[in-house]
């Protein structure tokens, strides 16, 4: 079981002070609050991914890789990767060079956004967005495991004879959770690759994407990646933990009113007790967060958010204080207690590369010499299959 | 939910009141055609039962419900007992010349498939005569746009109405074409003959064949499916 901290990167005032950030100081507090992700001993942090202020996360691979070369235990990921406007050419290869700098602790979760206008941004038509993600997708899994791609679809050019570059480390692609919170298509997709499936598990009544998560369980069994008990989910959440609940709720309360997120309609409370969102102490976040287990079984990465709305950096820093010292120790615990037998492992890169070679040789591509005109060939890597040659256009 | 008894068949009657008050003139005329359903249905050897939903009592819900996307509590419950009528009778005031808001809002939370081919009686009570229109210009498209079995007769009662002796055979004519539908499990085998070529989302509360819309039963034949699947 994988806990950590995931990020909007939003950039908000904060309501005690009315002060905002600059887009420095709040990037440079993100490095800062993803350091102490590993220093309080969580196991990922996510960062998402938007292309419009009041956010500051149109990069995330750059954002990772840094934070790669500062960290040395914890997983790196997105929250979300956008599968839709973004080329999968792109992904593939900014994803893959991010997987080898941060020596494998790299892995990501690809959705639609739900930002409108972000679509013609980057050429694209929102009314298209669910095929265009699952067209997407069906790429990215290719070129991360074939070494030469040809391709045609809906969507973009086709690809004649293309080699997505740095293959991926030890040719083993980065670890892929499908994100959604309404969509069957998307985790239709995730189980018949045997991706992992991952709900926001946020802004909703308590288990409301348990309906979701059990039909991504019972098609990961369909398509024969193992039982529905071994699918691979993962869920959010948001967390304020103070040692005195009452302490909690009024420390948190001018950035719940800050949030535009919720409904305001509804007192912090309710959204306390009938939604995801947890507020109190230790034990009353430990205990909200064991209930997630009985909507939706057994599973494999909790992340929380922890730095919305505009709440400073120290404070932040002391919520994740509390969160590794007094709340993921017992989580640990009492998860793995309950734990039905059988039950999948988080996946890392290491125990993908153990899935795939065993104890057999690691496989480390090596490119074929330059033929002069920037293509390499009928075999673009030494070892690549030869019985699968690239098929190129003609170069007059 | 058994559609099919061993002897007498039982059917349910649910009664969507959005009048507020007690008495609500609204729920006296939407009980009235209640009570003739129940009678014309006995005879034709079925039998049925009535709920009633009142939506003063769930204001604030379906107020919040609204705003957050989400019902809850008994509100939820109350959607759950709608998906699974065999017949429905609505009854709104009206207030500024429309249908009550807080009736709007309460469709508004329907999942846009949980109507559909439900027989439906719509009715409406006013101050005056002069809002007679009300039901047949607002209720009807109202419940087109949810693929409701409209029944042909529409009943509107002004104050004056419930003096009027034509106001209890209007309702008996109502009634009886209810329960022609209800009876003839019209409604019934439209849905079952033709459930798939309705839009149906993900998470919808209505119910087919007793089954409510779940994971086991997502249309897994769709071209976005197959593309799901590494197809294009």
């Known amino acids: ?396 | 939910m058994t559609r099919e008894g061993m002897t007498r068949e039982l059917r349910s009657l649910v009664v969507i009141n959005g009048g507020i008050g007690d008495p609500s003139s609204s729920r006296r005329l939407a009980d009235k055609i209640a009570r003739d359903t129940v009678a014309q249905l006995a005879a034709r050897n079925v039998d049925a039962s009535i709920r009633a939903i009142d939506l003063g009592p769930l204001a604030g819900e379906i107020a919040h419900a609204i705003v957050s996307g989400f019902p809850a509590g008994a509100l939820l419950d109350a959607i759950s007992e709608l998906a699974r009528a065999d017949g429905v009778i609505v009854a709104t005031p009206v207030y500024k010349a429309g249908i009550s808001g807080l009736f709007k809002s309460f469709i508004d939370i329907l999942d846009d498939d949980l109507l559909v081919a439900t027989p439906v009686v719509l009715t409406a009570t006013a101050g005056t005569a002069r809002h007679a229109l009300v039901v047949d210009d607002q209720l009807r498209p109202l419940f087109a746009y949810m693929r409701a079995l409209s029944v042909p007769t529409s009943l509107f009662a002004a104050p004056e109405d419930w003096a009027d002796p034509s106001l209890s055979r209007r309702s008996r004519r109502a009634a009886m074409e209810l329960a022609a539908l209800v009876a003839g499990r019209v409604g019934a085998s439209m849905a079952e003959a033709g459930w798939d070529g309705y839009q149906h989302s993900f998470g919808s509360q209505a119910v087919h064949r007793g089954v409510q819309i779940d994971g086991d039963v997502v249309d897994l034949d769709t071209d976005l499916m197959r593309r799901a699947t590494g197809g294009i």
């Open chain 1, 1 to 396: 079981m994988q806990f950590g901290v995931f990020s909007v990167s939003d950039i908000t005032a904060d309501p005690t002070t009315g002060r905002t950030p600059s887009e420095a100081e709040r990037i440079d507090a993100v490095v800062r609050i993803a350091q102490k992700t590993e220093e309080v001993g969580l196991d990922v942090f996510a960062i998402g991914e938007h292309h419009n202020p009041p956010f500051f996360s149109s990069s995330p691979t750059t954002l990772l890789a840094h934070i790669a070369a500062l960290t040395s235990r914890i997983i790196l990921s997105t929250s979300v990767t956008l599968i839709t406007t973004n080329d999968p050419v792109r992904i593939a290869e900014e994803y893959a060079m991010a997987q080898h700098l941060a020596k494998g602790r790299l892995d990501l979760t690809l959705g639609r956004g739900n930002t409108v206008p972000v679509y013609p941004w980057f050429g694209q038509d929102i009314r298209q967005g669910l095929p265009l993600a699952l067209d997407n997708y069906n790429l990215l899994h290719r070129l991360w495991r074939e070494d030469v791609v040809d391709w045609e679809g809906q969507f973009r050019s086709a690809l004649q004879g293309f080699t997505s570059t740095p293959r991926p480390l030890d040719d083993v692609p980065p670890f892929v959770w499908h994100g959604s919170i309404r969509t069957p298509e998307t985790a239709e997709q995730a189980a018949y690759y045997g991706n992992g499936f991952f709900a926001n598990n946020l802004f909703a009544p308590n288990g409301h994407f348990a309906r979701l998560v059990h039909f991504y369980r019972e098609r990961f069994e369909h398509y024969g990646h193992g039982t529905k008990e071994q699918a691979i989910v993962g869920l959010g959440g948001q967390a304020f933990i103070s040692k005195r609940s009452q302490d909690a709720f009024d420390t948190f309360r001018p950035y719940f009113d800050a949030a535009p997120v919720y409904d305001h309609s509804v007192p912090l409370e309710r959204w306390a007790e009938a939604s995801p969102l947890s507020v109190g102490s230790p034990q009353q976040v430990i205990d909200k967060t064991l209930e997630f287990r009985e909507f939706f079984g057994d599973y494999q990465r909790q992340l929380w958010i922890m730095d919305h709305s505009g709440m400073p950096l120290e404070m932040v820093l002391d919520q994740l204080d509390l969160l590794g010292a007094e709340v993921v120790p017992v989580l640990r615990k009492e998860m793995a207690a309950r734990r039905a037998p059988g039950v999948a492992e988080a996946p890392t890169h290491a125990s993908l590369v153990r899935a795939r070679y065993g104890d057999g040789e690691v496989r480390q591509p090596r490119p074929n010499a330059n033929r002069g005109d920037n293509v390499t060939g009928t075999s673009p890597y030494r070892d690549s299959d030869p019985a699968r040659p690239a098929v190129y256009p003609v170069l007059r």
